[in-house]
């Protein structure tokens, strides 16, 4: 089975239950929102929240796929920075007790954290103050960290460090590693089109990308888009929401169904389908299993709060899979 690296924002999510929206409003926070805040900001919204209900756990957009794979008995690292503070250590023993190999360096800045105010009708509005996860530099990058990987993923979050990822995808492709790309966002994907595109066509052999994210860095629908992103990478995935997704390997399309699930949060659907996705692929499935299994991931985490699940869910999840793969 193959050994896959990650790397990504460090941060740590702090899912915060709210009973009424007042404590938006009081600190101007538009509902549904996701806004960046400063270490102060972050700070004060924590300070009041003190007596509310949360839950912490590690993540990040890569994280999240990261721990995904983890929980399904792939051999996983993560490549990220954290501050000296209990939220730092908190990261790393999160990621630890479920077999992750966190390969993090230490910042100047408190490490990073997304506070997610969830409302009585489960909508969530983030305040993410980035930290020190956003010192993570070129120079901490080594053929080390590399080494005895198969897979590397890249969260789309860090192309505008564009130094960064050039490294890192320049070290992943001399180690011959196979390279995965979720486009994260569609604003990301529009500021930083042509960079992408030189990393795509260069050295990147997976793309995932959401239809959103589609559009802007090809400037076209769905269908049109998949054919173009496969022009310049090995395969190419694009998620089409509760249509399902879109796989395309040498000339020949996908169409992956959804599945039916009671959606009440969001938060890690595309993580998730990535997590799915790449097991499947390192297990040596087709890839309409290995679709198959990212639907099945990314419609099961949307039936809970946060991005993550729990023994009994992971359980479910496991006998689907062993169905979907017989």
């Known amino acids: 089975m193959k050994k896959i690296l990650g790397i990504g924002n460090a941060l740590v999510d702090i899912m915060t239950i709210l009973e009424n929206e007042d404590f938006l409003n009081k600190f101007n926070l538009q509902k549904g929102s996701m806004q960046l805040v400063d270490g102060d900001f972050s700070s004060q919204v924590l300070h009041h929240a003190n007596d509310m209900r949360k839950e912490l756990s590690s993540g990040g957009s890569a994280a999240n796929t990261i721990h995904g794979l983890a929980n399904l008995g792939i051999s996983t690292s993560f490549v990220g920075k954290t501050g000296k503070d209990n939220y730092g250590r908190f ?8 077999g992750i190999n966190p390969m993090l360096f230490e910042g100047n800045a408190e490490t990073g954290r997304a506070i997610a105010l969830i ?10 103050y980035l ?4 010192e993570l530099t070129a120079d901490d990058l080594s053929e080390e960290i590399f080494a005895g990987h198969d897979y590397f993923y890249i969260e789309g979050y860090l192309v505008q460090n564009r130094e960064l990822i050039l490294k890192a995808v320049q070290l992943a492709k001399q180690l011959n590693i196979k390279i995965f790309l979720d486009l994260a966002s569609y604003n990301v994907v529009e500021q930083n089109l042509g960079f992408l595109k030189d990393i795509v066509t260069n050295y990147v052999d997976i793309v995932f990308a959401n239809e959103e994210e589609a559009k802007a860095f090809t400037g076209k629908e ?18 089409v929401g509760k249509r399902g997704s879109l796989i395309k390997y040498e000339g020949q399309v996908y169409k992956i169904d959804p599945i039916v699930c009671n959606c009440i ?6 993580d998730s389908y990535s997590a799915g996705f790449i097991y499947g692929l390192s297990c040596g499935y087709s890839l309409d299993k290995c679709g198959a299994i ?12 946060g991005a993550k699940m729990n023994d009994s869910q992971w359980k479910e999840i496991k006998m689907h899979i062993s169905k979907i793969v017989e």
Do not use: H, Q, Y
């Open 222 to 239: 769905p269908e049109e888009a998949l054919d173009e992103i496969a022009e310049i990478c090995e395969i190419a995935v694009v998620k």
């Open 119 to 128: 409302t009585p009708d489960s909508e969530r509005t983030f305040a993410t």
């Open 294 to 305: 990212g639907s099945l991931m990314s419609g099961k985490v949307i039936e809970v709060i």
């Open 131 to 134: 930290g020190s996860a956003i």
């Open 265 to 270: 949060d969001t938060t890690g659907a595309g």
């Open 91 to 98: 990261f790393a023993d999160d990621m630890r007790n479920i």
